[in-house]
């Protein structure tokens, strides 16, 4: 059995450990804030912390989405929901001692450029008024290249963000058309002109391979076109196919989705692309050129992992604003209720709107780090006392057969990712995964492996 074959299981993304199917210690709105002030008065004068506003609404359904989203053309929906938005924010400043230092702040959607610039303005003033920022602080949205305008670019610059990120995943229209997203190449060199115009200074573009329909030569003519344009990173994503989640993705069947080696050739033809038009690969599933933050963090070892996905700042406060945002304390974590009205509701009744949570055990907070230092640097190892708990034992013998395939160096107290195993980046961390192994899901809930 070849490798792809092998460990095309379902595997966590781990954007989190433990990851949020088991979690299983939700605290209190009380024991939530306190944690979160712990954690905020020992980091906010040192690193700052970070901050995600999700914003679910699209004006239509892109059916490989897996995000939580509203689907909807009326507007008038933008108001009612900043105003649950800032009065979230309002619960979180009352319990700071001082004044949040904004290291980083993320639009995230949804379709943030759904909210007109106006609207945006009206949050993004209510949201920075009463804390601090500097040069240093990395402010970023997402953006659909068919209704970003040039106020909208003016509008976020003006509040100090330099960063977009399009999604664009596929410029092939069969592959369009299946997905129900569209955009135009010269859409999206549009955008990127007005915005560099405008004065940022980092452009991502989001691409997904494993789409239905994608094939190795339209795929390749795609990043070329990207290419072109040579943002500062992209994004490289597999599609996540979970029609048990997201009912949208059943708009095509799996004989239309490539897979397995023929779905990983696709990942090989944009690595090699990549690679030899000068990027450099960060972390899973990214590219960066070597002045772009995200490389250079990664070189210096202080590239993090997150809700966000891959970060250039190490940040131990995210605090989630929005429907079905998640906050990390570090030693905790809380999802918001997933529905708008719901959570609408319950934050005008002067409450957070905690869904769900988790309080981390010792045990999680060491594996966690392990799980990290995998993510963001292809290695760890547990030397120090601090950095070892009993569950490393299991660790090490499910590495075995890992180490034999190749995919990892291994001694006693530390594994290397090798180059074959980078691909298999999510595999490995399973093996650290000790809620996982002490109770395997009974029914699929992860995408697979590739």
């Known amino acids: 059995m070849n490798l792809v074959s092998k460990y095309n299981v379902p595997v966590p993304r781990y954007t989190s450990y433990p990851t949020v199917p088991f979690w299983d210690h939700t605290p209190t709105e009380g024991e939530w804030l306190e944690i979160v002030s712990n954690t905020f008065q020992k980091t906010n004068s040192k690193n700052g912390i970070s901050l995600y506003i999700h914003l679910p609404f699209c004006e239509s359904l892109c059916t490989y989405c897996a995000c939580n989203t509203r689907i909807t053309v009326n507007h008038a929906v933008e108001i009612p929901y900043i105003n649950a938005l800032i009065k979230e924010w309002k619960i979180y400043l009352s319990n700071f001692n001082e004044k949040p ?43 659909h290249p068919s209704n970003t305008t040039k106020q909208h670019l003016e509008t976020l610059f003006k509040f100090g963000f330099k960063r977009i990120s399009l999604g664009i995943q596929d410029y092939d229209e069969k592959v369009q058309d299946a997905i129900n997203r569209f955009q135009s190449p010269t859409e999206v060199e549009e955008v990127v002109k007005h915005a560099r115009l405008t004065g940022y200074t980092s452009i991502n573009f989001d691409l997904v391979y494993g789409l239905p329909f994608q094939n190795e030569n339209g795929f390749r003519e795609t990043i070329n076109k990207v290419l072109e344009v040579k943002p500062d990173r992209i994004a490289l994503y597999s599609y996540a196919h979970v029609p048990w989640l997201k009912p949208g993705q059943r708009k095509f069947t799996e004989k239309d989705l ?14 090699e692309l990549f690679l030899k038009a000068g990027y450099k690969e960060v972390g899973m599933d990214h590219f960066a050129l070597e002045n772009d933050l995200l490389f250079t963090s990664a070189k210096n070892g202080t590239l993090h992992r997150n809700f966000m996905g891959y970060t250039p700042h190490h940040t131990e406060l995210l605090i989630g604003l929005g429907a079905s945002s998640i906050s990390d304390a570090w030693g905790g974590f809380i999802q ?26 010792e045990e999680d907070t060491t594996i966690r780090k392990h799980i990290l230092n995998l993510m963001c640097n292809g290695y760890t190892s547990w030397q120090s006392k601090e950095d070892k708990c009993d569950e ?13 395939d190749g995919l990892v160096e291994l001694s006693s107290n530390e594994v ?19 809620r996982y192994w002490a109770k395997t899901p009974e029914a699929k809930i992860f995408s697979s492996a590739i």
Request: hydrophobic share 35%; net charge neutral; proline share 2%.
């Open 258 to 271: 490539p897979v397995d080696e023929v779905k990983q050739n696709l990942y090989k033809i944009g690595k």
């Open 416 to 434: 290397k990712i090798t180059e074959t195993g980078k691909t298999f980046l999510r595999n490995i961390c399973l093996c650290f995964d000790a």
């Open 101 to 143: 230092v904004i290291r980083e702040l993320h639009l995230g959607g949804g379709t943030p450029t759904f909210f007109s610039a106006e609207n945006l303005d009206k949050l993004l003033s209510e949201i920075l008024k009463d804390t601090n920022h500097n040069n240093e602080s990395e402010f970023s949205f997402e953006g």
């Open 336 to 361: 918001n209720i997933k529905t708008v009205e719901e959570y609408q509701k319950t934050i005008d009744n002067g409450h957070l709107a905690i869904f769900k949570g988790h309080i981390l055990t």
């Open 392 to 404: 490393l034992y299991f660790v090490l013998d499910r590495l075995k057969l890992l180490k034999k």
